[in-house]
């Protein structure tokens, strides 16, 4: 059996991990083959996994709750530890914007679909606004930098070394942070299936993210060079992006199905989603033992 594993550039951890050969190493003793699905947009990641392109995927806090909500049979099998660093709301620093509520009526870019969705309506949220009906939600195109700064929108979401650039122009200034609003965690889920038949399966894969994990942890340099030339950007923007990361796994406890309930209920207010979900339906309990395991023996094996 071959498992298939699927990459976007947004995960960090999978990303990396396409790069080495941890997966082939942990399941070869299953008896089992591993290969990637390369693909660029991480809001695909339910789908590729209800139509069996892939069986294990990862993305940030929205896609599985936006997958959930569409039928797709899946379930959560891991998490990172939050990444209170990893983003923030941008405005621009001399700008009317001094406040969430000052977003009202105006233009917001960002990776909608994406964890920044997931930032943006909880934040909202809290100040009694609605992301369906208070603010224009745009997709990146590209310009953000320069349409902020010169008062086209009125704030940017931005996110690793794309953030850690426009720091350093001193051109913006943060109205949030991720870690103010979401815990922001990478989050890692599978095909139903896959998890209740072979459960060693995804604890072997959760190993092989771990031992990755670590080798980017113990990298920077190296896997700051080489995301800056396969993704553009520069190799010290990078750096200080990828150093903010945890790079640390957990199992997919209560907690955070306490935190994937309440985006999940603020999304079906608003629109985002047209039905409730009940988040602990997709969440397995049985599972959260074999991955604390899984990530104790990588971090041992480091």
């Given at each position: 059996?071959?498992?298939?594993v ?5 995960n960090p951890?999978l990303y990396?991990?396409a ?6 190493q ?13 693909y660029?947009?991480?809001t695909?990641?339910?789908?590729y ?6 069986d ?5 806090s929205?896609p ?6 569409a ?7 891991a ?23 000052d977003?009202?009526?105006?233009t917001?870019?960002?990776g909608i ?21 208070d ?5 990146p ?7 902020l ?14 953030l ?9 200034r ?32 959760v ?6 994990d ?10 700051a060079?080489?995301a ?5 950007g520069?190799?010290a ?9 945890p790079?640390?796994l ?6 955070f199905?306490a ?9 079906h ?17 049985e599972?959260?033992q ?5 990530v104790?023996?990588?971090?041992k094996e480091a």
């Open positions: 059996m071959t498992i298939t699927g990459v976007h550039r947004s951890s990396h991990l790069r080495l050969d941890y997966l082939q942990e399941l070869a003793p299953l008896g089992e083959s591993a290969e990637f699905h390369h660029t947009d991480g695909k990641t339910g789908p996994l209800a139509d069996g392109t892939i294990f995927g990862g993305t940030g929205t599985p709750i936006t997958a959930q909500a039928g797709h049979d899946i379930v959560y099998t998490v990172s530890a939050p990444r209170p660093d990893h983003g923030a709301l941008l405005v621009a620093a001399d700008g009317p914007v001094q406040s969430v509520a977003l009202k009526g105006t917001v870019v960002l679909g994406s964890w920044q969705t997931h930032l943006l309506a909880k934040a909202l949220h809290q100040q009694g606004l609605s992301y369906r009906d603010i224009t939600a745009e997709r195109a590209g310009d953000e930098a320069e349409r700064a010169d008062g086209r929108i009125a704030g940017w979401i931005a996110q690793g070394a794309e850690a650039a426009a720091r350093r122009t001193g051109n913006f943060e109205l949030i942070r991720t870690g103010d609003v979401i815990t922001d965690r990478s989050v890692f889920f599978a095909r139903r299936e896959l998890a209740v038949q072979r459960p060693e399966i995804v604890a072997a894969i190993t092989a993210l771990q031992r990755a670590h080798w980017a942890a113990a990298h920077p340099a190296e896997a060079a080489i800056a030339e396969d993704q553009g520069e190799a923007d990078w750096h200080t992006a990828l150093v903010a990361l790079w640390q957990e199992p997919a406890t209560a907690e199905v935190e994937q309930q309440e985006a999940a209920d603020i999304f207010q608003v629109g985002f989603i047209d039905r409730a979900v009940t988040v602990a339906d997709i969440h397995l309990p599972l959260e074999p991955v604390a395991d899984a104790s023996r990588a971090t």
